[in-house]
T-cell receptor, first 108, second 115 residues
Framework: SQKIEQNSEALNIQEGKTATLTCNYT??????LQWYRQDPGRGPVFLLL?????KEKRKERLKVTFDTTLKQSLFHITASQPADSATYLC???????FGKGTRLHILP | DAGITQSPRYKITETGRQVTLMCHQT?????MFWYRQDLGHGLRLIYY???????DKGEVPDGYVVSRSKTENFPLTLESATRSQTSVYFC??????????????FGDGTRLSIL
């Protein structure tokens, strides 16, 4: 069956540095992959979608890469800020399989 | 304001009771979804609907019933609640053309506790 894994349960990054979150998947080749942000007590909010034929996607300080050979997506937040602290979820869109998420803490 | 709303935000009930969670969206999105979110499991799909009167099972449908008589509403019913159904429930919607390639818009969830 399809499996999706996100790196570590929590990630602490110093303010101003680049945060990199990892999403690995197995037993599947998704046509799309999405990233969401979730704050405590709130529903997930869509951030970026990347297709299998796109190597990289950017939106302001956010960048997503998609390596179909490694079966991996990387999510980068550059010049990180304390307001970026949240849980970030990746999802194999075709199968609607969500990863468990990575809690990101940006330390001032 | 347009959006997706869930009600109630919090609910406490007892085992064996029937409880219905409501979801309403104002975008006229074709697709709607119900998830549960538990520690250690992340978001898991319960049921989804491609249009009014069309519903299908997700990963964890047992013990749940859904209906979609109107495009804007997608209620989730626990016919006989069990403690294992204590969770946070999220509703989401997305535009037509299928759920692939379309972002989902989530409500803020219903925190359900079953005693």
């Amino acid at each position: 069956s399809q499996k999706i894994e996100q790196n570590s349960e929590a990630l602490n990054i110093q303010e101003g540095k680049t945060a990199t979150l990892t999403c690995n998947y197995t037993n599947y080749s998704p046509a799309y992959l999405q990233w969401y942000r979730q704050d405590p007590g709130r529903g997930p909010v869509f951030l970026l979608l990347i297709r299998e034929n796109e190597k990289e996607k950017r939106k302001e300080r956010l960048k997503v890469t998609f390596d179909t050979t490694l079966k991996q997506s990387l999510f980068h937040i550059t010049a990180s800020q304390p307001a970026d602290s949240a849980t970030y979820l990746c999802v194999l869109d075709d199968k609607i399989i969500f990863g468990k998420g990575t809690r990101l803490h940006i330390l001032p | 304001d347009a959006g997706i709303t869930q009600s109630p935000r919090y609910k406490i009930t007892e085992t064996g009771r029937q409880v219905t969670l409501m979801c309403h969206q104002t975008w006229s999105h074709s697709y709607m979804f119900w998830y549960r979110q538990d520690l250690g499991h992340g978001l898991r799909l319960i049921y989804y609907s491609a249009a009014a009167d069309i519903t299908d099972k997700g990963e964890v449908p047992d013990g749940y019933v859904v209906s979609r008589s109107k495009t804007e509403n997608f209620p989730l019913t626990l016919e006989s609640a069990t403690r294992s159904q204590t969770s946070v429930y999220f509703c989401a919607s997305s535009e037509s053309h299928g759920y692939s390639n379309q972002p989902q818009h989530f409500g803020d969830g219903t925190r359900l506790s079953i005693l």
